[in-house]
């Protein structure tokens, strides 16, 4: 199995809303990304978990809170917002955080 | 900060010929990857060379990495209207921080 998988695939969200996104693994790596991706750019970086502890938090507003409940399982809580907030957002794990990143198809938010 | 930077940002060809794509970076680096995404979907690996190679074989895909210059280029020869879509380099520099470029958009047409 060399999938991750997302979910949903798409959300649309009011900016009082609270909801999560997913992504799961069952490839045994032991680091999991977030990524954020808006129309025409690269994929930016928002969190890395290594070994199911949070490693690099690239100064994201608190509004997107990661949490990684065991190695195959990444979630993105969003509380609170902003319509400019809507974009791609990318899973994606790594072996041994150096190599090959696999990615997720994404779920795509809207924040209205 | 952001390391790769894609030349072009836009490229347009005609089926069977061939696309090269650069990308600069600025720092040190373990490895540099190619990416490829269609639009809308995830990010799909090409292929990864190390910073003490070179050149890099896959398929249809070469990749040239000189660390000298701290610029890489992948060419794909023989292209397809399936290659449509959007090629990123990423960098790594021994930590878990992949960065992207901003990527060139590649379009065959028939």
């Known amino acids: 199995d060399t999938e991750v998988t997302q979910t949903p695939k798409h959300l649309v969200m009011g900016m009082t809303n609270k909801k999560s996104l997913k992504c799961e693994q069952h490839?045994?790596?032991?680091?999991m990304y977030w990524y954020k991706q808006k129309a025409k750019k690269p994929p930016e970086l928002m969190f890395v978990?290594?070994?199911?502890?949070?490693?690099i938090n690239e100064s994201v507003p608190s509004r997107f809170s990661p949490e990684c409940p065991n190695s195959s399982l990444l979630n993105l809580h969003l509380h609170a917002l902003q319509p400019e907030d809507s974009a791609l957002y990318l899973c994606?794990?790594?072996?041994?955080?150096?190599?090959?990143?696999?990615f997720g198809e994404g779920s795509r938010l809207t924040v209205l | 900060s952001q390391q790769g930077e894609e030349d072009p940002q836009a490229l347009s060809i005609q089926e069977g010929e061939n696309a090269t794509m650069n990308c600069s970076y600025k720092?040190?680096?373990?490895?540099l990857q190619w990416y490829r995404q269609n639009s809308g979907r995830g990010l799909v690996h090409l292929i990864l060379?190390?910073?003490?190679?070179r050149e890099k074989h896959s398929g249809r895909l070469r990749v040239t990495l000189d660390t000298s210059k701290k610029s890489s280029s992948l060419l794909i020869t023989a292209s397809r209207a399936a290659d449509t879509a959007s090629y990123f380099c990423?960098?790594?520099?021994?930590?878990?921080?992949?960065?992207f470029g901003p990527g060139t958009r590649l379009s065959v047409l028939p």
């Open positions: 978990y290594s070994y199911e502890k949070l490693s």
């Open positions: 720092t040190s680096i373990n490895n």
């Open positions: 994606a794990s790594s072996q041994d955080g150096i190599g090959e990143l696999f």
């Open positions: 990423a960098t790594s520099n021994y930590g878990q921080n992949f960065v």
């Open positions: 060379i190390r910073s003490n190679e």
């Open positions: 490839m045994g790596h032991r680091a």
